[in-house]
DNA sequence: AATAGTATTGCAAATGTTTTCATAAATTCG
DNA sequence: CGAATTTATGAAAACATTTGCAATACTATT
């Protein structure tokens, strides 16, 4: 009553309201089974009357869990992860956990500055993407013994438990359709892969598939683009420029795909007939641009999900097994490839 | 040294170390010039030798700030909050908070819950996107006093601060430039306006710009389109098929005129020379389409940046100063409209 | 050298919960 | 009906930290 006005109410405040312990209100909450009906009634009004509000930091410090995850993202404006972001939240929000998100721009060192944070903050678990880490983290999350999950990537030698998909294999699945329609003169562009283990696997399972046909991409057919369809479709320009065209153009991701497609539509040029694209991923929008783009498809709200499902599960449990689970890859074949043409 | 082992690592265990009292160590964290440069370092060897982690939790109970800032969107999986998700977060991490993130769906009761869910994390402060929310969120925003704020739309008698455009403003734009072209035939595909204060201003206000001129649009070139370029353009197919065409397709947003842009291309249409399309976002991606989007540009990230650093300055201020930021719109003309053809 | 002031440290209380243990009341059973 | 359970509640300790106050040690001033 007196502090009512004042914001200050806590679980003895709804006690006295009620006229019980604060025990009583507390196992109200956490064992409802233990406190009779009556009671549970006259402290529900008290709680409604006064406001009040369950201070998960005093329930954390207690040890008891803090009801958060923590996932850090390399950049969270960016259609593929926005998924991921978007699915693993609902699913462990579901769970009862609130999410902690940080992103690190494919800086290893802030992501992490961005754990050391979380785990201040005594998140119950950690996730982060990919599978490639400083040794400072690794060793953090050890350590502490905090739970910890590798998302996105999938590898049968993960140190963590992980969700996701073998970005190697992508790669591979992405060149071998384009070889199956007969290209042989490939261009290739991919995003930086320092610190992105999901590119650099890709990327040399590309080069693998290749070399296999005994083909191998001349410097001039290679290109470096940022996470952004206009600068993608900047170095697509000058690659489809040079004198030699290559005949299928093998992009590390959509993004770049789509930057890739509006180049050569921009320059005039008819895709699939004069130049095949490929991308990887199957971002929102893929299907949609004219002509559909082919691609490879990483189902990022499936490893969202799954991510978040499982780990919840893991961390509620009381002997947690460790998991590794591997999402499926999909060629989806739209119309921006298509067979070389015969000169 | 004991427990070095066990986790169990605290304030008190790095004071032993240290051989000082606990008191000296919390301190030398929150004002070292209290404490001597000797002993300081004595107690960072300590925490260095221990892996010592700050206790977040205990700090929150103790009337400390807990460090966190709540954003409740609608939907994280949709460029343009990605976009304004990610300038927030990388803002309020640069003045050493964390970003507690949860999406509602457009659904003004799970915002409730998840602002609740905030409070109980005991948020430093809470943001939302648009000015509707439930009298359940209002209620318990003001009740607990919890700093909060609205983000995305401007309005100058908004009873939060707020950072934002002026949505009305943005609808108005667009009308006018197409009736500036000479379109008298407008289609108008719009999301969704139940809970959604964005959609709901700009096409009020095209309404009325049209209105003013004597224009009335005829139920068969009215669409709803949820946020999703293919179900777009599918409700772009069936308008555009309609026997009397309009001349220009104004859409709610940019995904949307993309799927609008999309559909003219498969049905032939030639774009901007059959059908001008106007968006209203200016999205990632946008400018890149064959031909370029012309839309109105909504500063996603400056609106993201401008709240994280006024926010975060409120929160830390003594006596914060209530603000409202509204950000420049801008009306970029590129490829998909032009004058209306003369019959 | 004595005094006043300042810099450094420690003690103990306080923060809001949960849980163990103990106690009291109610119920069951022979 | 009395003993044995079971059910419902409360008291108090514990969780990890911060901070006001007090105490000590050091420095400067006269």
Redesign the pocket.
Known sequence: MDNYQKG????????KAA?????????T???P????????KKINRAVQKLG????R???T????RSGTIGLVVPTINHAIFAEVIQAFSETIDRAGFSLLLASHSYDLDREYAMVRKFLEHRVDGVALVGLEHSDATTRLIEQQKTPALAIWNYSEDCPLPCVGADNRLAGHLAAEHLLALGHRHIGLIFPKTTGNDRAQNRLSAVREALNEKGISVPSEHESEAPYSVSQAKQAAMSLLTEHARPTALLCGNDVIAQGGLFAAQSLGLKVPDDLSIIGIGDFKGSADVEPGLTTIRIPAETIGKLAGERFTDYITSDDPEPFRICCELERIVRGTTGPVAVF
Chains 1, 2 share one sequence.
């Open positions: 200050k109410v806590d679980i003895v405040a709804v006690a006229k019980v312990s604060p025990s009583t209100v507390s196992r909450f956490n064992h089974n233990l406190v009779s009906p009556a009671t549970r009040y509000i369950r201070n930091a005093a329930q410090m207690h040890g008891k």
